[in-house]
């Protein structure tokens, strides 16, 4: 009896000795030269593995910033900018801190906006429904409510509001652009997220004439030039019936948001001006709220 | 117009299949089986058949309403399903309570931990069966003889069945005609006046089933007919090379769940192969497992275990059993 | 028993031919019609006619831009009221002519007699030129420039021509309606198709639920040399090309390739006759046989249509929209296109107005995927349904590759047939397209 129990130990742990020297041997033979400083740079990274960067995950960005001469143009969206700096400093680098964005939906036509004109029975998808036809309201832009931006979203940062039927965007977003990508209406722009998260944006992007596009929908931007007049740092451009304001120049005056016959323009964060409360509070989103 | 359109991509109009129809017509095609089990076996298989379909029902109602929280779907038949296979492989003076923890088994675990319906990887009813027979054992193999109302669920007759008895007098060495003249006749068989569990002792009930299957196109003949091919050529050659120790195939055929087993628990939609190339692949791998378990392994009877293994191996002959694509180039080597 | 057909799968949907008894007539010529410049597989042709120019009946109005293109005439005679844009059947706008109609004035080189002209005196290459410059387009719906069939690529030669006379898809008859009421002038056309063709042997494939249709054109084809009709079981989708080669002539176009790899020339009936007319006549493609039809409809007829025609107009001619429609289809049940409005002009590749109730119309709740294989059984081109659209939900580009997804011809048999009503379809077609995307930015 005890001899059995000595030989089972005996020849186990030859078993074990002879296993690790062979893989010892192996490990060696196929060892893979790294740079120490990506698994560091990793390290550093947030890992939400979004592919915001550009890369396909945090360890491909490491590897690619660690390889990299410069890295001005690179950024991790879900990093603050402490964290980028520190990287930076890290691999050698000055990085100036670039300004936090969020996504914002271009796009405020709800349910009581936008009147349907049809009723869509397909599978529930965006990219199922924008490639069968315009969609189901008189607007052939603007979206579509199936939630594929919501699908592809891996930080619950934007979801479908039950009563407006359209995406709405938290401060969960680390503006990865996944959503963008998402959409086939592309109604989703990286924006900067101003000062005290307050931003001025065209909620619209029908580029049909204004009366077609009015038609569509009560809240769409019919080109009328009147904000691109009124906006002092002309920040506001028009190209094909559609306004687009450009966030690095707009500073926030909200001229545009009152002369906008159609309440396309829609500002975000900011105290509501006395006279145009109720109609701010019909046409604004909920957002960071 | 005062009504929207609907606008939906094609094609606009869908055949006359759904899941309901699939799960009902099989259960339909069950029912000559379930009035041959009560022609057999009486009161027992009725109480066995109600106790199985009734738990297996009742738990996939209680996982899904308060444990997934998801939708109750029960209506689709499926458990239904799963409750008359699970009791058509049980003896039918089995206790209450072992079919109830039976029927658990098969739900719980066989279907709704993968996921429910659509998900699962083993055939529910068979896991169920199968860990009442490993569990049970004692009871799982003491088959009531067959005596129509006669027979009693409680202290019934019991007896070994004719697979059984074939095993057990190979084992004491009998020569295969000697036991042959010990146990009911091929017609016999084939009829089920035989014990065994419930739904297992009739073929002709069970051929019924199949036919019926086969007319409202719920199954391709692909599986039922392949594992009785590759039982009958593999027992076939056994019988040829040593008739003295192997049985005679048809009496492999008859006897057992292999009937059972190939028409209505290898055909479950959800763990077999979805090629009718892969079906031929699982079918002969069933047939194949079957036979050896029943001619040289332990248990007298293997069709539930070959079904379990070959279950196991659907995803990937669903990997590999590709169609033949239209238009495949062929001459690239 | 005993009827060809194609060997791989196919469904069997319910025929519901209800207009198949029902004799073309001439829809009303519209007081406006709206000309799409995009009717056809390609580039939009370009408009060559301005605002306030005035137009006869088969008077080029646009012209091809691009190879893949093809011409478009007027439909009607009077003013171009505006080159603008209309909503076409999937709800975006698109270019087309807009003609305020006067009158009825025809181009005079148009013979409009019905006297049967069969001798064929134009040469090859006057044929296609002629049927190039007419417009003419495969009018089963996938609009493809007829004359580039006719055109094979350098070193590949056409053997035979079909003729699709299957129309296998449900509810349709115009197909059925011209064999029998054009019987000889198709016949004709075919014979013109195979001289531009330079094939010696056609065959005219029909399935066997148009028996009438299949006696009338054996009857004439005793007449015309080479031209043989083919009864095939009724089996869907046997008009897709490569199904019907398959069916009639035991070839399988290879995955990826064009019917002219094993030397066929696939041509829809309707098409033959459209040649005819322009070959023989002189007349240009500005008219088709469109099939009005659904179970409530009043009246399912079968109209000659000019091409700009609104759909409205012609669901007012078959009795109106019963009350409880709740869709409207362009084209066949199993391929055509849902209408978001009704006010969309005929096309040269509307074959059909197909009109379903509430009740007909919504799809199935969907179930969970049982696994039954049944979508990899119909598949015509032995695909794997169920695996390419968990793929493409699952974003998995390169295995749909590898699964052959290209080969796809989006029959819906699939869908038609699944017992769970998965989206089967809706999938495989954002995957298809996908794919394809992917493919084309490779090289």
Redesign the interface.
Known sequence: MSITVIYTIVSLSALGVVAAVILYFVAQKFKVEEDPRIDEVEGMLPGANCGGCGFPGCRSFAENMVKANDISDMNCPVADSQTMAAIGHYLGFEVSAQDPKIAVIKCNGTCSNRNKTNNYDGASSCAIASSLYAGDTGCSFGCLGHGDCVDVCNFDAIYIDETTGLPVVNDNCVACGACIIACPKGIIELRKKGPKDRRIFVSCINKDKGAVAKKACNVACIGCMKCAKVCPFEAITIDNNLAYIDYNKCKLCRKCVSECPTNAIVEVNFVPKKQKEEIIAETEKPENS | MSKLLNVSPSPHVAGSYSVQKIMYGVVFALMPTLAASVYFFGFGAIIVTLVSVISCVLFEFLIQKYILKSEVKIYDGSAVLTGLILAFNLPSNLPVWIIILGAFFAIAVGKMSFGGLGQNVFNPAIAGRVFLLISFPVQMTSWPKPMGFATKYVDAITGATPLGKMKEGIMNSQSVSDIMMQLPSQIDNFLGYMGGSMGEVSAIALLLGFAYMLLRKIITWHIPVTIFATVFVFQGVLNIVDSATYAPPVFHLLTGGLMLGAIFMATDMVTSPMTHKGMVIYSIGIGVITVLIRNFGAYPEGISFAILIMNAIVPIINKYAKPKRFGEVINNG | MGLRTFK?GG?H??ENKFSANAPIQSADIPKQVSIPLGQHIGAPANAIVQKGDTVKVGQLIAEPNGFVSANIHSSVSGTVNKIDTV?D?????RPAVIIDVEGDEWLENIDRSADIIADVKLSKEEIVEKIKSSGIVGLGGATFPSHIKLTPPPGKKAEVLLINGVECE?YLTADHRIMLEKGEETVIGVSILMKGAGVSKAYIGIENNKPDAIAHLKNICKKYKGIEVVPLKVQYPQGGE?QLI?AVIRR??????LPIEVGAVVQNVGTAFAVYEAVQKNKPLFERVVTVTGKKLEKPSNFLVRIGTSTQQLIDAAGG?PQD?????S?G??????????DIPVTKGSSGV?I?S?S?????KM????????C??V??????P??LANQTEQKMWEQLET??VM?CI?C?SC???????R?L???I??GK?TVGKIMRSRN
């Open positions: 791989k469904v949907p319910d909503i059947a999937s709800g975006f706008k449900p490569k398959d399988e176009v290879p995955s990826g390739a929209l429609t709740g869709k409207v289809v084209g049940p199993m391929m055509g296109k849902a209408l978001s409005m009704l197909l379903f509430e007909e119309s919504k799809r199935r179930e969970p995927c049982i696994r039954c294989g049944k990899v059984g598949c015509p081109m032995g695909l794997e169920y695996l699964d052959s080969d989006e819906g869908m038609y047939t699944c017992p769970a009503d989206p379809l809706d999938f077609r954002l397209g």
